[in-house]
């Protein structure tokens, strides 16, 4: 009976574990703490500076224009 | 301001694709793991490459029948972000190409072909700038942008998936199907591709307008 318990428990964990490794590794620590929002926020900062260097070359560009016209 | 909506339609769609592209929930695969989030930042820049290049060769032919100055202009500068766009597609795909396929450059016929076809629009910009005569640069570099486009064409769509090609959509692969494109992905890819060719007409229309003030000037 022992015997018997031993075995069932072992194969348990095994199947266990084999779910585990055939689960698709991802990124679930990094959102579980949390520490992607970093990543994340870095990624906006860089991404909105960019869309303000556009919108500053745009304004200069009109400045430019309106001059020309002038 | 009210010119400017589409600008920030953009801006919106590209902060959107970016927070979604990194928060939302994507499909579980085996190799590409939470690499298939990839496919929202570098596709999307084939695809703004493609829609340039065939705005380019609209303006292209739009100067041969009309040659209008700024329809030569137009053409350049929309296959300048075009190309732009293009770098910025193969150097994406190098590096996810490292870590799904084992190593940076594969001679895969589908990163060939896009190496090829860059070539071919680089030379486009050698033409360019090999030609003193403004009117004979416009002309002629206006029938080689026809050229360039129905290379691309084939070098990109049609012979990757003719041969043997790991990328998906090609040579027997499944296109977004490999990715299980299900409704989760599609609800960002879609905006990802209308956010980035919006910024690249934004760059071209600041490009256009730069060159126009700057031939206003010299004359």
Known sequence: MKRFLTLTILSLCSLVGYTQAAEVEMA??????????????????????????????????????????? | MKQNWWKYIGVLLLIYVHLGGLMLEAPRLNILNETVRALYFHVPMWFGMVLLYMISVFYAIKFLRNPLSDADVKSVEYAHVGTAFGILGILTGMLWANYTWGSPWHGDPKQNGAAIALLVYLAYFVLRGSIENDE???????????????????????IPRLTDSMHPGNGGNPGFNAYDLDSRMRLIFYPAVAAWFLIGLWIVSLRVRYRILQNHLTE
Do not use: H, W
């Open chain 1, 28 to 70: 679930d620590t990094m959102r579980a703490n949390g520490k992607i929002y970093v990543v994340v926020g870095i990624i906006l900062i860089v991404l909105l500076g960019f869309i303000a260097y556009l919108f500053m070359l745009d304004r200069k560009l009109n400045r430019l224009e309106k001059e020309y016209k002038k």
């Open chain 2, 136 to 158: 004979q640069k416009a002309r002629l570099s206006a029938v080689y942008n026809i050229f360039a486009f129905a290379a691309m064409i084939p070098l990109i769509f049609i």
